[in-house]
């Protein structure tokens, strides 16, 4: 007989109807089975996303028919408060990080839950319930870190009727005390702030951005109906401008995710608002630096009203005929002084607001285009990379603009000359151009004249852009001109373009000539490999294309040639690369090479290229296996490597022949024996211990030989073979395509091996970063393998030989950097490639075995310690970015890698220690984030929503009260106080960082203040700093109030080393409640005396003339009476520790304190 819970599992695998199931079940038993299955289902969704997998579509539709069921019983448990209580706190935890398309189901099935409860009083208090769980995480007094979660179940609430306006607000004046009479729009603006706080955050703002205008549009839309306490459009400006005045980084958020929705959603509204921003602050015309935020603010809502079309472009003409209630115009006048200004982002603002148009056929006005003339050439030599990214974008649509309004422009004019021909003769009035005005309707001489300007503004704009590209012009107007014109040949080269025209050859094509060709040949040669590889790509699209027919510097009778172009090109640059032996040069070279092969007519020809190209890297290899310094002086290979590089990368894309396809074939075996030659040739210079400084003694007495060009020529080599292997690998993915070149299995084989062999030998950071990578491929593309087995030692796979070979490393290896050299991604490339053997979980037990492992100073060396690998190892697969896009495996084993890591800064050896802090350091990174500045990740929790999600590691918080608990242990014996503080500043530092877990919360809080009597003085203040965070409370008084009693009587260590600890305390908690909870110090200040009286209580035990603290150096303390000032210190929020010398604590406060205490309250000892 099954137990219940395999009956469940079962069920939910098998069935499909798993409620009608229930249903058959007898009415006492059904709620006990539905609540069961119900609960296997919620674990089986609590799971990140790649884990969980269609959990949540069974959950809810188990809940859905359940409470259409005509079982009254199961009814009634589908509508209980518990599962429409434990839905949403599933939905809310799991939605703020793991947000896919089942969670939505979660969402649309609790309204329903709410609204269709037969017990319409208990619907009402669970929606309560919910109500005011959502309005504490929004405004930070629940201390889960779901914000986004909460927003968004507010905003479908809300749209859904099920929760009102007065409701939330009603909930909000009770969480947050504050006074019922108060004026409502008082309410509202501290609410809406609170969602404006949480536009700080990426990937919250466009959730909250789309409830603030469901807020602003409802109060609006209920103000219209109450006269009293309206919500005004004035009132909106001046709380939007507040917003971004505390915040500026917002701006961009209010733009994208306020403006938007709102100027769609209602045009009436978004006139208003654009109006009344015109009256009450016109855009600076100053060049002030200080940006100045009613301007942005205006210029960012009048481009949102461009863009959805409420606001037209300057014209030219005095016509005053457009409708004002339908449109704004814009000042020229005005956009011609903010184009100019010193602020990036008022001139990004501005030129989206002179550029964008709902239509990309629209005409620009003739002045919009002066000014782009006037202001471009000044945009694409800025020096800041964001500001040209913005305008690259912004261009692109200008481009696109400019032709598709040339196309109407041309489609336009005869048919307004025949319109003309139709209606009697008359004299035609010219006047100005006005947008708002059918194009079709327009007389044919403004058509004509429309036409005209913007063809010519298309022949400057490419002009411009080539004049951009001279070889002596700035690394940022190469950039930004060949970025242009990347994207004007890509919109040129579609086959969709809507724009094409029958002038096309001459209004465009012919404008790509000999000047084009040279600028880009210069460029192809340039020292920044980005400029490089965008010029290489402009070259190939313009060859590519027959239409460019004056793309020629040397063809005979003007006709296009590609090949002679690029041959004559390949020779110069050649020559040019011989003369400098620069990496850079090298790349062009190739970067041609491969352009010619690509653009080669015939198969005869391309084989000639490589097989010609193959043969003179095997003699030069000949020359490095004979000779290596000659070698280096005379025959380097990393511009022969780079070469086939790129030329495979084509050879992988052709359809080849039989014939071409066995002679490339070959050829690819000759390039995988050179990738071994060169390795053979110069593997003993990357792979001693210290390659910088290595020259083989054979070397020493070459002329004009030294060590850097020796290792620089053998990083080169390698760097660039190895490229070359991972193109010739990845060919691997088209085997079954016929035509296609792939590597043999003995080929794939070759490089693995080879790969692996580099690895786990090479010295070189820089070598072994691109050989891991290529490694990486060969693990990932083995499942493409004809046969999985690789026919040796026993029918084990590449895969498994490679991990027992990663493994026999781990244990063997002795002469290895700190960091392990390539032992780390040796393990990362097993992994990433996502096989059941070895399984992550099965890596993941054995490093943690192996690093787990005792190690002595008197039973090793230091040299040969697996622990330090293992550690490493760890190390990499949790900073490995591949590896958590595959599913972010190791979540669930962070918690055991966070104790490991403690327990290795418990350990005698410094290398072991070491390795548990790196180990450390890259755990708190994926608990945090990298992305915490350092003044957050210094001042600590604010004491609102933790910055962990403890949810998604549910041992995490034991782990803590462990690492804590053993703390203690270690701190009994003097001699192990050094590695026990080392060992708890993890705990202590994870808590202060993200506050402390719900659970396990007190627990917390009495070992952490325990520390606070450390003999060490830097314990005692991370447990200050901690215990801070752990008092971000209404309570935080009555708490260290107990505490400083505790600690003038204290049982765990020196008294006065707790009393410190206390203060300590005390003083960061004045602080942080200072910045954060400044209420909260104003509510207590009238009880702030409390503490006074333990403290001080030692003033009638302890004589005057005793020192406060045990002191090696004989110093003594100042009396203890200096105590009583502590109270007046803490009414001004001031306790500040000033550097003290050694020995030496001072807390001062000069403002309130006598002379005689200015220099401090008392010396004593730090620990």
């Known amino acids: 007989m099954k137990d219940t819970a395999q009956q469940v599992d079962d069920l939910i695998a098998n069935s499909n109807h798993i409620s009608k199931w229930v249903e058959e079940q007898s009415s006492e038993e059904q709620s006990s089975w539905a609540q069961s299955i119900f609960t296997r289902l919620l674990e089986s969704a609590s799971q990140p996303r790649g884990a969980s997998g269609n959990s949540c579509v069974k959950l809810c539709g188990f809940v859905e028919q359940s409470s259409k069921s005509q079982s009254q019983s199961l009814k009634l448990w589908a509508y209980s408060r518990d599962v429409t209580i434990q839905l949403f706190n599933f939905y809310v935890e799991w939605n703020e990080s793991d947000n896919h398309r089942s969670m939505k189901l979660v969402l649309d099935l609790l309204p329903q839950l709410i609204r269709r409860n037969p017990d319409e009083k208990a619907g009402q208090e669970t929606k309560s319930t919910i109500l005011d769980n959502l309005i504490s995480i929004v405004t930070g007094k629940s201390s889960k870190p779901l914000a986004k979660s909460a927003i968004k179940a507010l905003d479908h609430l809300l749209a859904k009727d099920i929760v009102t306006l007065d409701e939330i607000r009603s909930s909000y004046v009770t969480l947050q005390q504050k006074d019922t009479s108060k004026n409502p729009l008082e309410v509202w603006k501290s609410f809406i702030f609170e969602l404006f706080h949480w536009m700080t955050l990426h990937f919250v ?42 915040e500026p980084s917002i701006l961009e958020p209010v733009k994208n995710y306020i403006f938007l929705p709102l100027f769609k959603a209602d045009k009436s509204e978004a006139l208003g608002f654009l109006k009344r921003m015109n009256e009450h602050e016109a855009v600076s015309a100053g060049h002030e630096i200080d940006i100045n935020l009613p301007a942005l603010l205006q210029l960012a809502a009048l481009e949102i009203g461009k863009k959805v079309g409420l606001v037209e472009e300057p014209a030219l003409g005095d016509d005053k005929s457009a409708d004002s209630d339908s449109s704004i115009v814009l000042d020229e006048k005005v956009l011609e002084s903010v184009l100019a200004h010193p602020s990036h982002e008022v001139r990004s603002l501005a030129l989206s607001l002179l550029m964008s148009s709902p239509s990309t056929t629209r005409p620009y006005s003739s002045t919009a285009l002066d000014l782009l003339r006037k202001h471009l050439a000044t945009y694409f030599a800025d020096s800041d990379a964001k500001f040209r990214n913005e305008v690259a974008g912004k261009v692109r649509d200008m481009f696109r603009r400019v032709r598709g309004a040339i196309f109407v422009l041309k489609k336009s004019i005869p048919r307004a000359a025949a319109r003309k021909q139709k209606e009697q003769p008359g004299q035609v009035q010219e006047q100005h151009i006005l947008y708002r005005t059918n194009l079709i309707s327009l007389p044919e001489a403004q058509l004509v004249h429309c036409l005209e300007y913007h063809e010519k503004f298309l022949f400057w704009y490419i002009g411009f852009l080539c004049s951009e590209l001279t070889p002596t012009a700035s690394y940022q107007r190469h950039s930004a001109s060949l970025k242009a014109v990347t994207f004007i040949l890509r919109m040129e080269g579609e086959k969709s373009k809507t724009w094409e025209t029958a002038d096309d050859q001459t209004l465009f094509f012919d404008q790509f000539g000999s000047s084009w060709l040279r600028a880009l040949s210069d460029l192809i040669m340039d020292p920044f490999d980005d400029i490089r590889s965008h010029a ?85 290899l000949v020359v490095a296996e004979k000779d290596l310094g000659r070698a280096v002086l005379d025959a380097p290979l990393h511009g022969d490597f780079a070469s086939l590089c790129y030329m495979w990368q084509v050879v992988s894309e052709l359809q080849l022949s039989e014939g071409e396809l066995q002679s490339v074939q070959a050829l690819q075996d000759a390039l995988v024996t050179c990738c071994e030659r060169v390795w053979a040739a110069v593997r003993d210079i990357l792979c001693d211990d210290s390659p910088e400084g290595h020259l083989p003694q054979e070397l020493e007495e070459v002329d004009g030989l030294d060590t850097k060009d020796v290792l620089s020529y053998s990083f080169r080599s390698v760097h660039e073979a190895s490229n070359l292997m991972r193109i010739i690998i990845l060919s691997i993915k088209q085997h079954s395509r016929q035509g296609r070149i792939c590597p043999s299995k003995e080929a794939y084989e070759r490089i693995g091996n080879l790969s692996f062999t580099q690895l786990a030998s090479l010295r070189h950071r820089g070598a072994f970063t691109t050989v891991a990578l290529t490694f990486s491929t060969c693990c990932q593309l083995v499942k493409h393998l004809d046969q999985a087995k690789a026919g040796a030692e026993g029918g084990t796979t590449l895969l498994e030989q490679w991990y027992a070979g990663t493994l026999e490393a781990i244990n063997a290896q002795v002469s290895t950097t700190r960091r392990s050299a390539g032992i780390p991604a040796m393990m990362t490339g097993v992994l990433s490639a996502n096989a059941p053997n070895p399984s992550f979980e099965q890596v993941m037990n054995k490093l943690m075995e192996i690093a787990s492992q005792e190690a002595r100073v008197t039973e090793t060396d230091g040299s040969n310690l697996p622990q330090v690998h293992a550690y490493n190892c760890l190390k990499e697969i949790f900073k490995s970015s591949y590896l958590t896009a595959m599913g972010n495996k190791s979540e669930k084993f962070l918690p055991q890698c966070l104790e490991l890591a403690a327990n290795g800064l418990k350990s005698e050896l410094w290398a072991i220690r070491n390795c548990g802090l790196i180990l450390l350091r890259s755990l708190i990174d994926c608990l945090f984030g990298s992305h915490q500045s350092k003044a957050l990740m210094e001042a600590g929790w604010d004491g609102k929503a933790n910055r962990i999600a403890y949810h998604r590691y549910p041992s995490l918080p034991r782990t803590l009260l462990h690492l804590l608990e053993s703390g203690h242990q270690m701190m009994a014996s003097i001699a192990a106080s050094s590695a026990a503080a080392e060992s708890v500043f993890p705990a202590l530092d994870i808590i202060r960082r993200a506050g402390p877990p719900e659970v396990l919360r007190e627990e917390l809080q009495i070992h952490i203040a325990k520390y606070l009597a450390s003999p060490v003085w830097h314990v005692r203040e991370i447990a200050a700093r901690t215990l801070c965070s752990c008092l971000l409370h209404a309570k935080w008084l009555d708490t260290i109030t107990s505490i400083a009693a505790e600690s003038v009587r204290s049982q765990i260590g020196n008294v006065q080393n707790h009393v410190h600890g206390v203060l300590l305390a005390l003083k960061y908690i004045v602080d942080r409640l200072s910045e954060v909870m400044p209420e909260q110090l104003q509510r207590e200040k009238d009880c702030i005396d409390k503490l006074e009286n333990p403290l001080t209580r030692t003033i009638q035990t302890t004589s005057p003339s005793s020192p406060v603290f045990s002191l090696s150096t004989g110093a003594k303390s100042r009396p203890w009476n200096h105590l009583k000032f502590l109270p007046r210190i803490l009414r001004s929020q001031i306790l500040c520790e000033h550097s003290p010398g050694p020995g030496q604590l001072i807390l001062s406060n000069s403002n309130s304190l006598p002379p005689t205490t200015e220099r401090g309250l008392y010396s004593g000892h730090r620990g």
């Open 205 to 246: 703002c466009p959730t909250a951005g789309r409830f603030i205008v469901c807020v602003y549009r409802g109060l609006r839309s209920q103000d219209q109906r109450e006269t009293s306490g309206q919500l005004s459009i004035e009132t909106w400006h001046r709380w939007l401008l507040e917003a971004i005045n505390e």
């Open 536 to 620: 290489a790509t402009v070259l190939r699209w313009i060859f590519s294309d027959s239409r460019y027919r004056n793309f020629y510097l040397m063809a005979p009778q003007g006709k296009l040639n590609p090949t002679e172009e690029l041959t004559e090109l390949l020779r110069r640059t050649e020559e040019l690369a011989r003369k400098t032996a620069r990496a850079d040069h090298s790349d062009g070279v190739a970067r041609v090479s491969q352009l010619l092969y690509r653009l080669s007519e015939n198969e005869q020809h391309r084989v000639a290229l490589l097989s010609k190209l193959i043969g003179g890297l095997e003699a030069r």
